[in-house]
Structure formats: structure tokens, C-alpha cells
Nanobody
Framework: QVQLVESGGGLVQTGDSLRLSCAAP????????MGWFRQAPGKEREFVAA????????NYVDSVKGRFTISRDNAKNTVYLQMTSLKPEDTAVYYC????????????????WGRGTQVTVSA
């Protein structure tokens, strides 16, 4: 079992930056590929970004490429999502997720989830 706890959400203005963190206490964090997803009200949960166990490879949804950066610190058991140039359409609950294999963009591929952190971008 992998426990995931997101933090760092909040209310920001268009163009601002925000960094989300996802802590995963335990000795096996480095064994998991990590992903960030988001869900806006009335919409499906969508893939945002993913990173391999070593951090050597990443993947992003087109709408955040060039604005968001996923990274991880295996020594701190933490994955980050640095978000810049935020837009109102980025408003959502952001979730981190873990899987034991490689990169994946389908939410169905991730068995472990955090409870989410709210990000609200005002116009």
C-alpha cells in the first residue's frame, strides 16, 4: 500500500505560479512511477504529467507543456508539480498517483491515489 498526501494548492491569479507537492512516506517511493491528474467540476479526471522512477523521463498533456514541470526527489519521498503561467482553465482538484511500472497517462493504470489539493486560478 502506498499513501500519498498532496499539498501546495491555493487561490492564485492568472499568470501566477504554484508548486504542488506529493509526499509518499515509506521506503519504496523510488520503486513507483508517479503521475499528476486533475479534475474540474463536472469533468472527468484528466492526466497532467508523469515521471519515471528515476526521474529520467517525463510526459505531459499538451495543454500544460512548457508551463508545468514534474520532478521528484527520491531522498525526500516527494514528487512535485511546478506550475507557471496559470490560467483559469487550470482550476481543478489536483491528485497525485503512483504505479509500480513505467509512464502511463491513463488514470486506470494507477492503483494508488492521494486525496487531492484544490487549485483555483482567478481571471
Amino acid at each position: 500500500q502506498v499513501q500519498l498526501v498532496e499539498s501546495g494548492g491555493g487561490l492564485v491569479q492568472t499568470g501566477d505560479s504554484l508548486r504542488l507537492s506529493c509526499a509518499a512516506p515509506g521506503r519504496t517511493f523510488s520503486a513507483y512511477a508517479m503521475g499528476w491528474f486533475r479534475q474540474a467540476p463536472g469533468k472527468e479526471r484528466e492526466f497532467v504529467a508523469a515521471i519515471t522512477q528515476s526521474g529520467s523521463s517525463t510526459n505531459y498533456v499538451d495543454s500544460v507543456k512548457g508551463r508545468f514541470t514534474i520532478s521528484r526527489d527520491n531522498a525526500k519521498n516527494t514528487v512535485y508539480l511546478q506550475m507557471t503561467s496559470l490560467k483559469p482553465e487550470d482550476t481543478a482538484v489536483y491528485y497525485c498517483a503512483a504505479r509500480a511500472y513505467g509512464l502511463a497517462s491513463s488514470r486506470l493504470a494507477y492503483p494508488y491515489w492521494g486525496r487531492g489539493t484544490q487549485v483555483t486560478v482567478s481571471a
